[in-house]
């Protein structure tokens, strides 16, 4: 091995990503050697991928807010109200498309006025999304009374589209792999690819790194700050969408907690509160790292009682890992 | 040597205190008007019985958002204090019941405890340079996590008659929490208003570097008043318990925000370095007041989350503006100055 290459390896076991995914293989091994019956099993397997993908849609959500300096607390609440919103319309014999729509404008007018009121009247993005997650959850109660709506007049194939499984044979044994999980995947690499390429988002750093040099240098700091909200926005319409399929019911409490479990996801995987840092792979293996960790806890055995609390203490110790670092570093 | 604080000009803090009297009037005038409005079109408001409601409605997020006005002021926000209310609440329960403690040393053993988490909090706040945000959110899941795994889930009762007291019991014909309430946000407003260790934490929340270069340890302070919140938050846990007679995990649950949005409502910068005590309390009392007006009215209740989310925005929005004026007119005395010494000087060179 030249010096170069060892360079290069050296800086990729450096980076945060790669001691993430060290962890989590980690924790894998560790659950996969202590229960392989229950951990290994592709059916276990499937069910902690399965949950992922709606905290893995929030977390994105979450990251692109942060990005910009930015937070949403209101996720969970819009999840819920624009689950709400599509389930109404179809139980009321709106077709499919049409009503999937109305959602995704539930949901970007929620990002909308959340990105108006911290870009225009430059109210602190935390008391916004604060106010917007009482406002959204509260309209769901109100829609729905807090009762389940269900919608048996929607075409089939949107309630099954949530639970597709394509069957993937190996050997003799066939594994079921869900549909939307491939989707969200797919869906997040294209969004990490852009992210970094794409100049309309790549240019969120610089406004999330420091948003005076970004307007000095040109960039219309407004306009990409009501954009992340938007972005944001339409993740969470992603997500209500695939719960309202997969669990054919539309239901206000839907997503209560998810904000924290989201930001605390995103910080783990590199995203800052002071904005300017953040990565899509990096959010991917924090969400998959507290999925692993509360599937874990049941699995050995725990009272699955303190799975909540793992959540905190995850969090806890990444930022107490960051600043032994940068005390190391003498930053 | 005593940090020289307050030297701002006076000129300058009349113009602030005037700004935040109007906001203080307009906001009871406000409250009143809803209280009155209540009572004309429903009735029944301004009874005892409905005012007992009322206040003990909101009285323990009240407690709490004393202690948040502090932590507000200082630059900082506590996240943390309903899972401290909640588990006040099952310690000292645990305390009582399961342990057999007399009342008194299992309230001192909790309040001790909590006031340990509120340094922690605090501690990890200076050590780890992050935003207390995400600190007091790492304790308020972990904690919130240990609250119910220690109880399974389910609620401890079985209080002896003079813990309940702490509840429902009456000094002067008002319930004890409301007297707390009242006693502790007189003790802290003329604190906050006139003791130097307090007036410190509008230094530190209108910048920390010029704090600690004007002499202040800025990390003590820090920590004291995350101590403060958290043990406010553990009284008020007790006498929850007592007031409900059980300890639930989930009791308390978005108390924080409630608390935060009584901060907000009170006219306090979010960012930091102004807030009183006196707001906070206005802003309690409107809270509790539109809620009473909700259940009065008999509209459906599910209203209320959206109201509340609204009417935080309106005062948020509302304070943003008197300050973006206040402002407005700080910069045009700053430019009459300027001018004045530009007009001195260019005399002076002729």
Request: glycine letters at 10%.
């Amino acid at each position: 091995m030249n010096s170069s290459e060892t360079s290069m390896v050296h800086r990729f076991v450096s980076t945060r990503e790669a001691l993430l995914l060290l962890i989590n293989v980690a924790i894998f091994a560790f659950l996969a050697i202590m229960r392989p019956e229950a951990f290994a099993s592709w059916t276990n397997l499937k069910a902690v991928l399965s949950l992922m993908t709606y905290d893995l849609l929030l977390a994105m959500a979450m990251t692109v807010v942060l990005i910009v300096r930015g937070i949403d607390l209101s996720v969970g609440s819009v999840l819920a109200l624009t689950s709400v919103t599509m389930a109404l319309l179809m139980r009321d014999g709106v077709p499919v498309i049409p009503a999937v729509f109305a959602g995704l404008a539930v949901a970007l007018a929620c990002g909308l006025i959340n990105g108006l009121l911290i870009a225009k009247a430059g109210i602190l993005p935390f008391l916004v999304t604060l106010g917007m997650m009482s406002v959204a959850r509260g309209l769901a109660t109100v829609l729905t009374t807090g009762q389940y709506i269900s919608f048996p007049r929607a075409e089939r194939w949107f309630t099954q589209f949530g639970r597709f499984e394509f069957r993937l044979q190996i050997g003799d044994s066939f594994y079921g792999i869900p549909l939307p999980l491939l989707i969200v995947l797919a869906v997040i690499l294209l969004f990490g690819l852009l992210l970094n390429n794409l100049p309309l988002l790549s240019r969120l750093f610089y406004v999330g790194e420091s948003p005076e040099a970004a307007k000095l240098s040109g960039i219309r700091v407004d306009r990409h700050l009501i954009a992340s909200y938007l972005i944001a926005a339409a993740f969470v319409w992603f997500a209500a969408v695939l719960m309202t399929s997969a669990t054919r019911i539309g239901y206000a409490n839907y997503g209560i907690g998810a904000e924290l479990r989201a930001l605390a996801a995103a910080i783990v995987g590199g995203a800052s509160i002071s904005g300017g840092s953040g990565s899509i792979v990096g959010t991917f293996l924090g969400v998959l790292m507290l999925a692993l960790i509360g599937n874990g806890f049941i699995l050995m055995n725990g009272n699955p009682n303190w799975q909540q609390a793992t959540v905190g203490i995850v969090l806890i110790a990444a930022v107490a890992f960051d600043a032994v670092r940068r005390y190391r570093t003498g930053w | 040597m005593p940090p020289i604080i307050d030297r701002q000009s006076r000129a300058q803090r009349s113009a602030g205190q005037k700004t935040a009297l109007v906001q203080y009037i307009g906001l009871f005038a406000i409250t009143l008007a809803i209280l009155l409005g209540t009572q004309l079109f429903f009735g029944n408001v301004l009874t005892a019985a409905n005012l007992e409601v009322l206040a003990m409605n909101l009285v323990f997020e009240g407690i709490m958002a004393l202690g948040m006005t502090f932590v507000v002021i200082s630059g900082g926000i506590d996240l943390s204090v309903a899972s401290v209310f909640a588990f006040a609440e099952i310690l000292v329960a645990k305390l009582m019941v399961e342990a057999g403690l007399p009342v008194p040393a299992a309230i001192v053993i909790t309040l001790v405890t909590c006031t340990g988490i509120g340094a922690l909090n605090g501690f990890m706040i200076v050590a780890f340079r992050v935003h207390p945000i995400i600190i007091t959110m790492g304790t308020l899941l972990t904690l919130r996590g240990v609250n119910l795994a220690i109880t399974d889930g389910r609620s401890i009762s079985g209080f002896s008659e003079g813990f309940v007291f702490l509840g429902s019991g009456k000094v002067l014909g008002i319930n004890f929490p409301i007297v707390f309430f009242i006693v502790t946000a007189l003790v802290l407003g003329v604190l906050l208003a006139n003791h130097r260790f307090f007036r410190q934490l509008y230094v530190i929340g209108g910048g920390e570097r010029p704090a600690r270069l004007s002499g202040i340890n800025v990390n003590r302070v820090k920590i004291i008043i995350y101590m403060l919140s958290a043990t406010l938050a553990g009284a008020a846990g007790i006498m929850a318990a007592a007031r409900y007679g059980a300890a639930h995990w989930g009791h308390g649950n978005l108390a924080e925000l409630k608390a935060i949005a009584a901060v907000a409502v009170g006219g306090a910068n979010i960012n930091g370095g102004s807030g009183t005590i006196g707001g906070t309390v206005l802003g309690v009392i409107f809270l509790a007041v539109v809620h009473n007006a909700f259940v009065t009215s008999a509209v459906n209740t599910f209203w209320y989350d959206v109201v509340s989310g609204v009417m935080l925005l309106v005062a948020v929005l509302l304070s943003r503006l008197t300050q973006r004026r206040n402002l407005f007119a700080q910069l045009r005395i700053r430019q009459a100055k300027m001018d004045q010494i530009a007009t001195s000087t260019k005399g002076e060179s002729l």
